[in-house]
């Protein structure tokens, strides 16, 4: 197969390990940048140009998009998508699940349980919602956060109320969340691999940090999920369209909840602490799929002739 790479720095981890999965399995693999991808629409005849080279007989693309270039990003793997490449990774489930908000939506509305979470459009109901979730402490985040950045704890509510006035004075969307203290810093990070836990492990922050992003210094061990955990992980997955998915979850007194759902989710802090071979499973995964879509299109033609 030839296999596409959407990464914009070919010397990452992940896009490097899943460059050495996919070859090892003699697939044939082109790393490009999506940023130096040009796109031509016109009836019929979707085209895709890295540089001044259109892009042709790809077999599949796996997207690793950062939160920089989320929507141009989706606007490369739809075109993939319309020129009929298989991607581990469709642009409508990268922008919902970039959107903390739609996320929490769409999780909530099936009932999987999440940290109670708001949102104002301006700062004249920011208190109001603020009283809905909390009396004190509570998280004020960023609609696209990544690696932690902008994710903010406020000590009281008229902190909690400065911080989100200030991040509307910038223009920027704030989430109002109710804080889980009883995570203590850890959180776990689920990965999921076509409806299946691929690896689990625990994420303990540094101390006098609540953020336990393996960007802001935490470490990580492997952990056996709970039933209830490997159940919630991959239907979260499967709710947001991701069959390669990081799916992170906060212990609570009251159970499992569900953070977020990573469309991108990195393979080193997982491969390093777990051993498993991920992008391997990614790459098996993709291989299954393509045989289900041939084996499908043979008995289309095989019922239309
Ligand atoms: N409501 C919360 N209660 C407790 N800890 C939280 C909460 N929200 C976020 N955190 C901590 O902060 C980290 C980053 O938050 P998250 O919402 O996942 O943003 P990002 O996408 O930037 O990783 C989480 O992994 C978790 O450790
Ligand atoms: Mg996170």
Not at 6 to 9: F, G, I, K
């Given at each position: 197969m030839k296999i596409l790479i959407?990464?914009?720095?070919a010397t990452l981890y992940?896009?490097?390990?899943?460059?050495?999965?996919?070859?090892?399995?003699?697939?044939?693999?082109?790393?490009?940048?999506?940023?130096?991808?040009?796109l031509v629409i016109e009836r019929n005849r979707p085209a895709l140009f890295l540089g001044y080279e259109p892009l042709s007989g790809v077999d599949a693309v796996i997207?690793?998009?950062?939160?920089?270039?989320?929507?141009?990003?989706?606007?490369?793997?739809?075109?993939?998508?319309?020129?009929?490449?298989f991607?581990?990774?469709?642009?409508?489930?990268?922008?919902?699940?970039?959107?903390?908000?739609?996320c929490m939506q769409i999780l909530s509305r099936h009932g999987i349980d999440v940290p109670k979470t708001?949102?104002?459009?301006?700062?004249t109901c920011a208190g109001m919602v603020y009283d809905q979730i909390t009396r004190d402490?509570?998280?004020v985040k960023l609609l696209a956060s990544t690696q932690g950045l902008g994710v903010i704890l406020a000590q009281t509510r008229s902190q909690g109320l400065s911080l989100v006035e200030g991040f509307h004075r910038v223009g920027a969307d704030v989430l109002i969340q109710e804080f889980i203290q009883d995570a203590r810093g850890s959180d776990i990070r689920a990965f999921v691999v076509d409806g299946k836990i691929a690896g689990a492990m625990l994420r303990q922050a540094l101390p006098g940090e609540f953020r336990s992003n393996i960007h802001?210094?935490?470490?990580?061990r492997s952990i056996e999920l709970s039933e209830e955990e490997r159940y919630l992980a991959v239907r979260s997955a499967e709710l947001l369209g991701l069959p390669v998915a990081g799916v992170d979850i906060l212990r609570s007194s009251r159970g499992p909840l569900v953070l977020e759902v990573n469309?991108?989710?990195?393979?080193?802090?997982?491969?390093?602490?777990?051993?498993?071979?991920?992008?391997?499973?990614?790459?098996?995964?993709?291989?299954?799929?393509?045989?289900?879509?041939?084996?499908?299109?043979?008995?289309?033609?095989?019922?239309?002739?």
């Open positions: 959407l990464s914009r720095n992940s896009t490097q390990s899943l460059q050495r999965a996919a070859e090892s399995r003699g697939h044939q693999v082109q790393v490009i940048d999506h940023l130096m991808c040009s997207p690793r998009i950062g939160a920089s270039a989320t929507e141009y990003g989706a606007a490369v793997i739809r075109q993939l998508e319309l020129m009929g490449v991607t581990t990774v469709c642009s409508e489930s990268l922008m919902q699940a970039r959107n903390k908000l739609h708001g949102i104002s459009a301006g700062d402490k509570a998280v802001r210094g935490a470490s990580a469309a991108s989710p990195g393979l080193e802090g997982i491969e390093a602490a777990t051993g498993a071979d991920i992008a391997g499973k990614i790459i098996e995964y993709i291989e299954r799929a393509k045989c289900e879509e041939a084996t499908i299109g043979k008995g289309q033609s095989v019922k239309t002739t």
